[in-house]
């Protein structure tokens, strides 16, 4: 028996040396994503959102890669003070610097990105239902399974505006976790 988890072990790492995460690879994730609001704007607001995210490797610096990144988030709840929202959120901008290219071990990784979110009232309450979403966040890609397949566990920090299109604008920050499965493939 010992022999036979030995061998699966062996096999299971030999597969994640062949994957690794750089310029022209691809990867899908799937997440949920939520948090709380934290100072500097309104307060009182929770937010859950679940998606997916599209990867794209565009060039490997050092020992790490850039990656150009697409979200579309079609499950979004605010619950927020005297009136919930439900919302939709695309994300068109998103690099994402991964700190390592081998996906046999984790992979640490740095993003910044925004986007917009459209709601179905007010966001914040008494502001605007059309927002942008500038993010920033840090995170790990931990690999599981012997075909490039990761669970992710991250940390952003996400800012909602309306960007001035009406008055008031007091913005709203949020501190979100987000956990997902996803691939990683070339």
């Known amino acids: 028996m010992r022999k036979f988890l030995l061998l699966c072990l062996v096999l299971f790492c030999a597969n994640l040396w062949a994957q690794e995460v750089r310029s022209g690879s691809r990867e899908i994730e799937f997440f949920a994503q939520g948090g709380h609001s934290v100072a500097g704007g309104r ?8 998606g997916v995210r599209w990867g794209f490797g565009l060039f490997d ?3 790490g ?9 079609p499950i979004y ?3 927020q003070p005297l009136q919930n929202a439900y919302a939709i959120s695309f994300t068109p901008f998103d690099v994402k610097y991964n700190f390592r290219r081998s996906a046999a071990r984790a992979i640490p990784f740095a993003e910044l990105g925004g986007g917009v979110l459209i709601s179905n009232h007010d966001v914040p309450f008494g502001t605007n239902a059309v927002n942008f979403t500038p993010q920033l ?9 012997d075909r ?4 992710t566990l991250a940390l952003k920090y996400v800012h909602i505006s309306n960007a001035g299109l009406s008055v008031p604008n007091p913005g709203l920050n949020t501190i979100q976790f987000r ?4 691939k990683f493939h070339k």
């Open 179 to 182: 956990f997902g499965v996803g």
């Open 148 to 151: 490039g397949y990761h669970a």
């Open 137 to 145: 966040g840090v995170g790990v890609h931990l690999p599981f399974g």
């Open 43 to 50: 307060g009182d607001t929770t937010i859950f959102n679940a």
């Open 77 to 79: 709840f605010v619950r």
């Open 61 to 63: 610096l050092g020992r």
């Open 65 to 73: 890669s850039f990656e150009y990144e697409l979200e579309a988030i």
